[in-house]
């Protein structure tokens, strides 16, 4: 399970009470892993620490022997007013790269419309309908963005090209890339912990949004085990 930062990885870590946490050293990456749990990555902030740092997990993991079988990009995200309101938690059902691509006299060029690359991984439907069902969450496109949106005008473009959008933040596609190239399924969770849009420090709930995510992952924790142990990849 990959994370931004240490916080939201400790509030992860928070939903399996009574169980030993522990860091493991591996090549390139320092999980903590739960016993009889997740490991928890604090993968770093954006899309393309997220994707070194998952894949390097990833990789030493399978040449350990010790090979995972569901990744999982969690945090706390901004969410769009007021499909997703603050405290509230989101599953994805598409992780979309929002501003990978060109910008054109026409607009913005996905880049996919380049000819190369892809924008949007798709997490298993089944197991993003159980995990949402599960945890109460509501359940949309996550999207990742590499400078987070700081206006009302920039917050209805993206919502006006990506409807079903229901937050954004800055890893789920850099873990989702990094879950691809090992054949791997992603989710991602997020607890909204402010409104996409104008920059109003005052409003964040970030406190609020790690305790949604400690209860939220509380609740999907057994669909999360049940889905790595019967190997539904």
């Avoid at 509030?11 to 493991?24: C, L, N």
């Avoid at 954006?46 to 999982?72: C, D, H, M």
């Avoid at 945090?75 to 910008?103: K, N, R, Y």
């Amino acid at each position: 399970m990959a994370t931004a930062v240490p916080a939201e990885r400790d509030a992860v870590a928070e939903a399996f009470p009574g169980r030993t946490v522990r860091e493991v050293r591996l090549p390139g990456a320092a999980p903590h892993r739960v016993t009889d749990g997740p490991d928890l990555l604090a993968a770093g902030v954006g899309p393309a620490l997220a994707a070194a740092s998952t894949a390097a997990a990833l990789t030493a993991a399978a040449l350990g022997g010790r090979p995972y079988r569901l990744v999982v990009s969690a945090g706390i995200a901004g969410g769009f007013a007021p499909h997703a309101p603050l405290g509230s938690l989101v599953v994805a059902d598409e992780i979309t790269a929002a501003d990978l691509g060109a910008e054109t006299a026409d607009g913005f060029l996905p880049v996919t419309g380049l000819g190369f690359g892809t924008v949007t991984h798709r997490p298993p439907a089944a197991l993003a309908r159980e995990a949402a069902a599960a945890a109460g969450a509501l359940t949309g496109t996550v999207l990742t963005v590499s400078t987070v949106t700081g206006t009302a005008t920039r917050a209805g473009v993206l919502r006006a090209r990506h409807p079903r959008a229901l937050a954004e933040a800055m890893e789920g596609f850099g873990v989702a890339e990094a879950a691809a190239a090992h054949g791997l399924p992603v989710l991602e969770v997020r607890a909204v912990s402010n409104p996409v849009g104008p920059r109003d420090r005052a409003a964040w709930r970030i406190a609020d949004a790690l305790t949604a995510l400690t209860e939220g992952f509380g609740k999907l924790a057994p669909v999360l085990e049940s889905w790595n142990r019967h190997d539904h990849c």
